[in-house]
């Protein structure tokens, strides 16, 4: 049936749209949250370095196991208070005079970068108004810290974070392919499981189709009988208006019946096999009126 098939479809086209307004909600909070912590984590560090006077200590959090806000700070179980931290971490610092001279340059924890290439890199990143950021170079991502002393003199921190980036949208990249094979089995699992959830109502509709059809036909029978007495009683007494008015009747009736079983199948029609047709209000209430002509 055709009210069956748009009513199952419907129904698993709704539950799709809800399921992947969840699971977009939850796998963008995710990954909102793990972009956070990531850019969290490499301000921590650059803050590190700049702390220590443009270089990166040995441990970070050595005695903070606290958080700040609701990002969690690297307590002591975390990677950046490992030994092995400080020699993995990829940076460069410059410091600065108060007229932007250059005084010092630390490049020996990092390979990309000679001296004039940190002097040039530094110098796009002094121009941003941000005082920490993100730069990219040759598919290579870099954070980079300004920090500027009360003597005017000025800290540049730069530090390689593409890892970070890269354990991100690797991250990012199964989510979403995870997300789309949850919502696909759901769709799969939903319309297998679709046809026992519009059971009752299926069920409920073809009962009332078998009464409207039964229905109709068992009061066909008693109408049929009711025209031939009308047609024999003119048959013997002539025509009057009462039995004209009792073989109206039986028409009206008749065409009700004809209706409801058409109603009955309306729905396994489509819009373009039903006829719709303009309603002369006038005359239906005329030929209501004239039914009680008789009384």
Avoid at 48 to 59: E, F, M
Avoid at 144 to 173: N, Q, W
Avoid at 198 to 203: G, L, M, R, S, T
Wanted: proline share 3%; hydrophobic share 45%.
């Amino acid at each position: 049936m055709n009210l069956i098939k748009r009513l199952r479809r419907q129904f698993i086209l709704l539950a799709t749209v809800a399921v992947l307004i969840i699971v977009i909600g939850a796998l963008g909070l995710i990954n909102t949250l793990g972009y956070a912590a990531m850019r969290s984590h490499v301000i921590d560090t650059m803050t590190a370095i700049t702390q220590n006077g443009g270089t990166l200590p040995s441990r970070i959090h050595e005695n903070d196991t606290t958080s700040a806000g609701w990002l969690p700070i690297p307590g002591a179980n975390s990677p950046a208070d490992t030994p092995e931290f400080a020699y993995q971490t990829r940076y460069f610092s410059i410091h600065l005079d108060s007229e932007n001279r250059m005084t010092s340059v630390n490049v020996k924890n990092i390979v990309a970068f000679s001296e004039d290439q940190a002097i040039a890199f530094s110098k796009t990143a002094l121009q941003s108004p941000s005082a920490t950021g993100f730069m990219q170079k040759n598919k290579a991502r870099y954070g980079f810290m300004k920090t500027e002393y009360p003597d005017g003199s000025k800290l540049i921190v730069v530090m390689d974070c593409t890892r970070d980036f890269a354990d991100f949208h690797t991250f990012l990249s199964y989510s979403i392919w995870f997300g789309f094979f949850c919502i696909l089995l759901y769709v799969a699992i939903f319309a297998f499981l679709s046809n026992k959830a519009i059971a009752p109502f299926v069920h409920n509709l073809e009962a009332q189709k078998r009464f409207i059809t039964n229905a109709s036909h068992e009061l066909k029978t008693p109408l049929a009988i009711i025209s031939v007495n009308a047609e024999a009683i003119e048959m013997v007494n002539g025509k009057n208006d009462w039995t004209e008015g009792i073989l109206k009747q039986v028409r009206h009736l008749s065409n009700l019946i004809n209706h409801l079983i058409l109603l009955s199948k309306a729905s396994e029609m489509s819009r373009l096999q039903l006829k719709i047709e303009p309603l002369d209000v006038k005359k239906l209430l005329s030929a209501a009126a004239s039914e009680f002509d008789l009384l």
